[in-house]
């Protein structure tokens, strides 16, 4: 840089903080060189700089700049001076032309520093040093020193070091002279918009002034609704997010226009940007500080966020970026304060019981090798000591604790809480309580009121479909996983659990032993964003073999603790497996039919009948007893023959049963 190569302390060959002897002595020993028309050099030419030519013109002009308090504080903030042992240590190192090692010393007490007493020189020297650096980033850090220091209560030392005390301090109007100063040392050597790149962490007003080098027209309009709503803003806060979302709506379009003409990285787009997504967040905190003031309740939170939200979408700053989180999560832990409450308490309970547990367990360990229970004189009554345990805690206490905190306001605070560990941990938690107090009814109730609360989802569900592996038909035969597809519209982007529950045709859980969460079939996470249509859960079966009985089914699904959606599909066999069923059947009957005797029950009349012909009988004759054998055999003949008929008949018209089957098996299509 021209100013700091040629800058006329360095020409004079004396620091900036030189006392008016040490300059009058610089000047007798310059004169007295030039007498006998030797060049006179200097220890502060530093080897990092540029070799300068010495010369009578521009020593006296250099001797007069640094005497006139109108430039000398400009000069001195493009130059070094020696306040402290930093600086001299440095200083020495940059004599022998070690500038890294310079900067090592300088940034030690300069980077992530604030501006104090003892370093508000080492801030001015190494921005100098900085500023004649090579890389853009050395340029950008020296520029961001040098406004530093301008900007801090510390200047004025600064000031009063090189200029007296009598020179009247503008802080601005300083940065402003340094900015013009810095912006015609560029522009020479650098494209518009590397300069403009150069100065992007300056602050906001020095941002502004830079702006309005380069404004342009979406750039003004932008500044403009900042304002305007700024001003609405101040008018009514009650108001503000209704200001903030029509600063968006107003903005939009105009930031992406900005952003096409002069790019993402662009400066100016940047510090608009930012600028637009400070005022949406102020309005963000205006409304919400004003809103709980009048009507003490939560719902401001979610406004505020969403304002905040919007924010952190716009700025494109890291500062203005951090901030916006910063604020989103305060309002998420503000928002979540029941739940951290709860989860404290709950934690506190279980503490207190478990010490309780501890504490008679020890004493228990004790008695048992005492020297009366080892020789059966005394026995420890275990039933006694588990109910000392289990009242170790006046649960009645807690359960009126429990009811004033977890009231059905709460829950549903605590339901619909995005912050999912510490919901998880709540419901262990509460849980464990059901599970250990002896005054269950009021834990249970409060279990089920939270469970009936409806969670707020990420997504709208459209439609659904049961899926099966290759989308075969549900039949039996082709049945291997059994899922769900859930068509959607997102609303938002967020991780969503879903517990999913396979319920059987008698009603029960299908579970698996080893991977089965508590109540569940099981359990998926899925991310949702604004490209997710459609949620394909997880098929429930094996790869080996239908597992589905024949029968209703019904998929359930849960989102903490809440059944969002269901969906019914029923197993049946396929007609193939089905005509085999009935082929087998069938054919069983055929077989059947050939061991079936027809007129079987007139047979055995007729037999039984023959059987007391052919017994004895008084008075009646050998011919009459022949007669009536023979009549007797005609009939069991004649039903013999029926009988054999009949079978045929029916043989015949089950084999054409079966024939029929095999013909409807060959041409199902499944």
Same mark, same amino acid.
């Given at each position: 840089?021209?100013?700091?190569?040629?800058?006329?302390?360095?020409?004079?060959?004396?620091?900036?903080?030189?006392?008016?002897?040490?300059?009058?002595?610089?000047?007798?020993?310059?004169?007295?060189?030039?007498?006998?028309?030797?060049?006179?050099?200097?220890?502060?030419?530093?080897?990092?700089?540029?070799?300068?030519?010495?010369?009578?013109?521009?020593?006296?002009?250099?001797?007069?700049?640094?005497?006139?308090?109108?430039?000398?504080?400009?000069?001195?903030?493009?130059?070094?001076?020696?306040?402290?042992?930093?600086?001299?240590?440095?200083?020495?190192?940059?004599?022998?032309?070690?500038?890294?090692?310079?900067i090592e010393i300088w940034e030690k007490v300069t980077l992530d520093k604030a501006v104090?007493?003892?370093?508000?020189?080492?801030?001015?020297?190494?921005?100098?040093?900085?500023?004649?650096?090579?890389?853009?980033?050395?340029?950008?850090?020296?520029?961001?020193?040098?406004?530093?220091?301008?900007?801090?209560?510390?200047?004025?030392?600064?000031?009063?070091?090189?200029?007296?005390?009598?020179?009247?301090?503008?802080?601005?109007?300083?940065?402003?002279?340094?900015?013009?100063?810095?912006?015609?040392?560029?522009?020479?050597?650098?494209?518009?918009?590397?300069?403009?790149?150069?100065?992007?962490?300056?602050?906001?007003?020095?941002?502004?002034?830079?702006?309005?080098?380069?404004?342009?027209?979406?750039?003004?309009?932008?500044?403009?609704?900042?304002?305007?709503?700024?001003?609405?803003?101040?008018?009514?806060?009650?108001?503000?997010?209704?200001?903030?979302?029509?600063?968006?709506?107003?903005?939009?379009?105009?930031?992406?226009?900005?952003?096409?003409?002069?790019?993402?990285?662009?400066?100016?787009?940047?510090?608009?940007?930012?600028?637009?997504?400070?005022?949406?967040?102020?309005?963000?905190?205006?409304?919400?500080?004003?809103?709980?003031?009048?009507?003490?309740?939560?719902?401001?939170?979610?406004?505020?966020?969403?304002?905040?939200?919007?924010?952190?979408?716009?700025?494109?700053?890291?500062?203005?970026?951090?901030?916006?989180?910063?604020?989103?999560?305060?309002?998420?832990?503000?928002?979540?304060?029941?739940?951290?409450?709860?989860?404290?308490?709950?934690?506190?309970?279980?503490?207190?019981?478990l010490d309780n547990e501890k504490n008679i367990r020890d004493e228990v360990a004790k008695?048992?090798?005492?020297?009366?229970?080892?020789?059966?004189?005394?026995?420890?009554?275990?039933?006694?000591?588990?109910?000392?345990?289990?009242?170790?805690?006046?649960?009645?206490?807690?359960?009126?604790?429990?009811?004033?905190?977890?009231?059905?306001?709460?829950?549903?605070?605590?339901?619909?809480?995005?912050?999912?560990?510490?919901?998880?941990?709540?419901?262990?938690?509460?849980?464990?309580?059901?599970?250990?107090?002896?005054?269950?009814?009021?834990?249970?109730?409060?279990?089920?009121?939270?469970?009936?609360?409806?969670?707020?989802?990420?997504?709208?569900?459209?439609?659904?479909?049961?899926?099966?592996?290759?989308?075969?038909?549900?039949?039996?035969?082709?049945?291997?996983?059994?899922?769900?597809?859930?068509?959607?519209?997102?609303?938002?982007?967020?991780?969503?659990?879903?517990?999913?529950?396979?319920?059987?045709?008698?009603?029960?859980?299908?579970?698996?032993?080893?991977?089965?969460?508590?109540?569940?079939?099981?359990?998926?996470?899925?991310?949702?964003?604004?490209?997710?249509?459609?949620?394909?859960?997880?098929?429930?079966?094996?790869?080996?073999?239908?597992?589905?009985?024949?029968?209703?089914?019904?998929?359930?699904?849960?989102?903490?603790?809440?059944?969002?959606?269901?969906? #019914? $599909?029923?197993?049946?066999?396929?007609?193939?497996? +089905?005509? =085999?069923?009935?082929? @087998?059947?069938?054919? %069983?009957? !055929? *077989?059947?039919?050939?061991?079936? #005797? $027809?007129?079987?029950?007139?047979?055995?009349?007729? +037999?039984? =009948?023959?059987?007391? @012909?052919?017994?004895? %009988?008084? !008075? *009646?004759?050998?011919?009459?007893? #022949?007669?009536?054998?023979?009549?007797?055999?005609?009939?069991?003949?004649?039903?013999?023959?029926?009988?054999?008929?009949?079978?045929?008949?029916?043989?015949?018209?089950?084999?054409?049963?079966?024939?029929?089957?095999?013909?409807?098996i060959k041409k199902a299509k499944y």
């Open positions: 840089m021209k100013i700091i190569q040629e800058n006329p302390f360095r020409i004079v060959g004396v620091l900036s903080n030189a006392t008016a002897k040490d300059i009058q002595s610089r000047k007798n020993k310059i004169i007295a060189y030039a007498k006998v028309g030797k060049q006179i050099s200097s220890d502060f030419d530093f080897p990092s700089l540029l070799t300068i030519e010495r010369d009578q013109s521009n020593i006296e002009k250099s001797f007069s700049a640094i005497q006139q308090s109108n430039e000398i504080l400009v000069n001195s903030l493009f130059w070094f001076l020696n306040t402290n042992s930093f600086d001299e240590a440095a200083i020495s190192y940059l004599q022998k032309g070690d500038k890294d090692k310079a104090s007493l003892k370093n508000f020189s080492c801030f001015n020297n190494i921005g100098t040093l900085k500023l004649i650096g090579i890389r853009k980033n050395d340029i950008k850090e020296g520029i961001e020193a040098k406004l530093k220091l301008i900007e801090s209560t510390h200047f004025k030392n600064f000031v009063k070091l090189v200029a007296g005390e009598a020179f009247i301090i503008d802080h601005e109007k300083q940065c402003e002279i340094v900015l013009d100063i810095l912006l015609n040392e560029f522009k020479s050597k650098f494209p518009i918009a590397e300069v403009i790149e150069l100065f992007e962490h300056c602050n906001e007003k020095s941002q502004k002034y830079l702006a309005d080098k380069f404004a342009e027209e979406p750039l003004q309009n932008i500044e403009a609704a900042i304002e305007n709503t700024k001003q609405k803003r101040n008018r009514s806060k009650i108001d503000a997010d209704k200001f903030g979302k029509q600063l968006h709506n107003e903005t939009n379009e105009l930031l992406e226009q900005l952003k096409s003409i002069l790019g993402s990285e662009n400066l100016k787009f940047k510090m608009v940007a930012d600028n637009v997504a400070k005022e949406i967040m102020q309005c963000g905190i205006d409304y919400f500080n004003e809103s709980r003031e009048k009507h003490n309740d939560d719902a401001c939170i979610e406004v505020a966020m969403q304002l905040n939200k919007t924010a952190e979408s716009i700025a494109v700053g890291k500062l203005t970026k951090d901030r916006a989180k910063d604020h989103l999560k305060t309002l998420e832990e503000m928002k979540d304060q029941v739940l951290s409450e709860t989860i404290v308490f709950l934690r506190s309970i279980k503490k207190l019981y008695l048992e090798q005492s020297v009366d229970v080892l020789l059966g004189r005394k026995t420890i009554n275990y039933w006694t000591i588990e109910e000392m345990i289990s009242n170790s805690i006046q649960w009645d206490k807690v359960d009126e604790m429990m009811i004033d905190l977890l009231s059905d306001s709460n829950l549903e605070k605590i339901k619909h809480s995005k912050n999912e560990e510490q919901k998880k941990e709540f419901l262990e938690l509460v849980n464990w309580l059901k599970t250990t107090s002896t005054k269950k009814s009021k834990i249970t109730s409060i279990i089920n009121n939270y469970k009936k609360i409806p969670p707020k989802l990420p997504f709208k569900i459209v439609s659904s479909v049961v899926t099966n592996t290759d989308d075969k038909p549900l039949y039996t035969k082709f049945l291997r996983f059994i899922g769900l597809s859930i068509v959607v519209q997102a609303l938002e982007e967020k991780k969503v659990v879903f517990c999913v529950k396979y319920i059987k045709p008698d009603g029960k859980l299908s579970q698996n032993k080893n991977t089965s969460p508590d109540g569940y079939s099981y359990t998926e996470t899925v991310q949702i964003n604004s490209l997710t249509s459609k949620i394909n859960l997880l098929g429930w079966g094996s790869d080996k073999k239908s597992t589905f009985d024949l029968g209703k089914h019904r998929i359930e699904v849960y989102v903490d603790e809440f059944m969002i959606h269901s969906k #019914e $599909f029923t197993v049946d066999l396929a007609p193939s497996e +089905r005509l =085999e069923k009935e082929l @087998i059947s069938a054919e %069983q009957k !055929l *077989r059947e039919l050939n061991d079936t #005797e $027809f007129l079987s029950s007139e047979l055995r009349t007729a +037999r039984n =009948e023959m059987k007391k @012909i052919k017994e004895w %009988q008084f !008075l *009646r004759s050998q011919s009459d007893r #022949e007669l009536q054998i023979e009549n007797k055999q005609k009939q069991i003949d004649i039903l013999l023959i029926r009988s054999e008929s009949e079978k045929v008949s029916q043989l015949a018209k089950q084999q054409t049963i079966i024939t029929e089957l095999k013909s409807q």
